[in-house]
């Protein structure tokens, strides 16, 4: 069974920083693709940022040059920094990984951005 727990969502004031993490548990062999996604009440989640086991990283339009995702496999862990931050980008945010082939997902982390 494997597990991904986020953490580091909170409330911040526009313009603020955040750093999220996302660290992988359990029986791990092999992770591939590390992504960060976002969903907002009544709207469909959104992937935010994904990097892959060779630390190639792709974002949305909406994000690029306010965010960055990086990973430390030692650690099993991803990372979403985010500066910048607008009250557009109030959500929750999940993470995605590919463990042992398999999509795995996390419970969400409430980033709030107030004006």
């Known amino acids: 069974q494997v597990q991904l727990v986020e953490s580091g969502g909170g409330l911040v004031h526009a313009g603020g920083s955040l750093r999220l993490s996302c660290a992988a548990s359990?029986?791990?062999?092999?992770?591939?693709?590390m992504c960060w996604y976002r969903q907002a009440p009544v709207k469909e989640r959104e992937l935010v940022a994904t990097?892959?086991?060779?630390?190639?990283?792709n974002f949305i339009d909406s994000v690029k040059g306010r965010f960055t995702i990086s990973r430390i496999n030692a650690k099993n862990t991803v990372y979403l920094q985010m500066n910048s931050l607008t009250p557009e980008d109030t959500t929750v945010y999940y993470c995605?990984?590919?463990?042992?082939?398999?999509?795995?997902w996390g419970k969400g982390s409430l980033v709030t951005v107030s004006s």
């Open positions: 359990g029986s791990i062999f092999r992770i591939n693709t």
């Open positions: 995605k990984a590919n463990v042992n082939y398999e999509d795995n």
């Open positions: 990097i892959t086991s060779l630390g190639t990283t």
